[in-house]
């Protein structure tokens, strides 16, 4: 026999239970709503993927001071590296225990979560969506996609044509003797356009990566020949692999009965990859905008578009300078002049274009002019 159907309609299915599925579900559990959550993975957390960071301020406004369990480190003290050149930046942000943290926002809507179901497609006709799964077919009048950096279904409901840009990335947990624990570490490595982070969790464990923007490259190579100059003698306690989105925001975040949210948008800054914060904004954004929809009965494309309204206000400007940031980033790999960029900007215009989404005057300036010159 066949995978079976079942008969119920839900308000809201929600494909993918990470940070963007999970804060949806939460957001739906306190009004009431009848929602499910598919995921493909076999436990919730797992397999980690990323540096575990967010930035202090996005936590506490969603969540109130972080005094958590998950919370292994809070860090204000940033050093980026370059060669011989290093440069100090102060801005605060929070090292997670991903799966942890994970594991806690699924807590309160556990019951309403099937793991190692995926979902392969989604039809949407008749003021409903119908999803096909490796379980059968579900149906609902909302369907929010938050499954990470696969794009099948976005291109199925023809939100993007072709696979957005990604940059791949591995790292993993590992023990230190003698971690300096006070600051995150970034190494811009211009040999293959990428950076080595150290991101500490305590006095002696660390989550410890590289990404690349580069197309062509062995990656894992060049971490490892990173990890032994700058994390020389740490062993290695786990290990991870993974893509991040650095193409900014897909172009249309939204269909009749659909939205996407956080990676699988695109909802990322561009420059470094951060997106925890983004992804759980979006996803109580997205579930805010079914709870209004629901209340109207009205599931069409302007009823979805609300959603993107609101996320470009909530950080809309961010993905724009996360975009610029990438773009002056790789120029100045591709011209030699990372050295230039990590040391000339004040620290209060860095501040604004990494941590504010607040473009100052003359970056901007500077980006247009290079992107009318075709140098970008």
């Not at 290093?86 to 809507?109: A, M, N």
């Not at 929010?144 to 199925?156: P, T, V, Y």
């Not at 941590?355 to 100052?360: H, K, N, Q, R």
Request: hydrophobic residues 40%.
């Amino acid at each position: 026999m066949g995978p079976k159907t079942k008969s119920a309609m839900y308000d809201v299915i929600i494909i993918g239970a990470g940070p963007a599925g999970l804060m949806a579900a939460r957001t739906l559990k306190k009004s009431g709503a009848r929602f499910l959550v598919l995921d493909r993975k076999k436990e919730i957390g797992f397999p980690l993927r990323c540096g575990e960071a967010i930035r202090a301020s996005g936590f506490t406004e969603l969540f109130g001071p972080a005094d958590f369990p998950f919370v292994s480190k809070r860090v204000s003290g940033h050093r980026v590296i370059f060669g011989d050149t290093q440069r100090d930046l102060s801005t605060d942000f929070i090292e997670l225990d991903r799966p942890g943290f994970e594991k806690w926002l699924c807590r309160e809507v556990s019951g309403e979560v099937e793991m190692q179901n995926e979902c392969a497609g989604i039809e949407v006709a008749g003021g409903h969506c119908r999803l096909t799964t490796n379980k059968g077919t579900e149906r609902s009048r909302i369907a929010i996609i938050a499954n990470g950096c696969d794009f099948r279904l976005q291109k199925q409901l023809g939100l993007v044509k072709n696979t957005p840009l990604l940059a791949p990335c591995v790292g993993g947990i590992y023990e230190f003797d003698g971690l300096d624990e006070s600051r995150f570490k970034y190494v811009f490595d211009d040999r293959n356009e990428g950076y080595f982070w150290i991101f500490p969790k305590s006095a002696t464990l660390a989550n410890v990566g590289y990404g690349s923007f580069a197309k062509k490259t062995d990656i894992s190579e060049r971490f490892r020949a990173l990890s032994d100059r700058y994390a020389a003698g740490a062993r290695e306690i786990s290990f991870y692999a993974g893509t991040v989105p650095v193409g900014g925001p897909i172009a249309r975040t939204y269909a009749p009965g659909i939205m996407v949210c956080g990676s699988a948008a695109g909802q990322v800054y561009a420059g470094t990859g951060e997106g925890i914060y983004y992804a759980l904004k979006a996803g109580q954004l997205a579930a805010l905008t079914a709870l209004r929809a629901l209340e109207e009965g009205r599931f069409d494309g302007h009823a979805m578009k609300k959603y993107e309204f609101s996320w470009k206000r909530a950080f809309g400007k961010h993905m724009r300078a996360g975009i610029i940031s990438r773009d002056l980033i790789k120029l100045a790999y591709r011209i030699g002049r990372v050295e230039t960029l990590i040391k000339a900007p004040g620290e209060k215009d860095l501040k604004a274009l990494m941590v504010e989404g607040e473009v100052p005057f003359k970056i901007a300036l500077k980006w247009h002019i290079l992107k009318l010159s075709g140098k970008l």
